[in-house]
């Protein structure tokens, strides 16, 4: 059997190494893969949910109670109760959280601004333009829109 890479073979490998650099980051910068990705929901999302977090970086329920119930006991997360569900709870981070997670995103943001300007900004535009449209087509065509 020949081993034949296509395109989208070589795409997915792309966009994987891509999330590592991220989460290569995110070590670097002391904090778990996890633990990142909720503190970075948080962030950018004051009052989000648990349930928001699973849906939007697909991962398991157990994993992102388990990280968000760690914050809350390093006292870098608090949860409030959601007024729309009586037994929901929202996620804020507490002063302590965001002191540690801003400079963190901070950094990472202008060096990401450095990147567009390096790549090419309307390169880089153009690029996410057919990202999105790649993404719906592969959707659709794997069945999992």
């Not at 948080?42 to 648990?50: D, L």
């Not at 567009?116 to 794997?142: C, H, P, T």
């Amino acid at each position: 059997m020949q081993n034949h890479i296509t395109s989208i073979d070589l795409l997915a490998e792309t966009m994987m190494q891509s999330l590592q650099i991220y989460m290569k980051y995110a070590r670097k910068m002391g904090l778990a893969e996890n633990e990142y990705v909720v503190l970075y929901s948080v962030y950018h999302h004051q009052g989000c949910s648990q349930k928001d977090i699973v849906a939007d970086w697909e991962l398991p329920k157990q994993t992102v109670s388990f990280v968000c119930k760690q914050l809350v006991e390093r006292g870098w997360l608090a949860f409030v109760p959601d007024p729309n569900d009586k037994r929901g709870k929202l996620m804020n981070l507490t002063a302590d959280g965001f002191a540690v997670i801003a400079p963190i995103i901070e950094a990472q943001t202008a060096g990401e601004r450095q990147s567009a300007v390096d790549f090419g900004e309307e390169k880089l535009a153009a690029l996410v333009q057919d990202l999105i449209r790649l993404n719906k087509v592969l959707s659709k065509n794997l069945g999992v829109e």
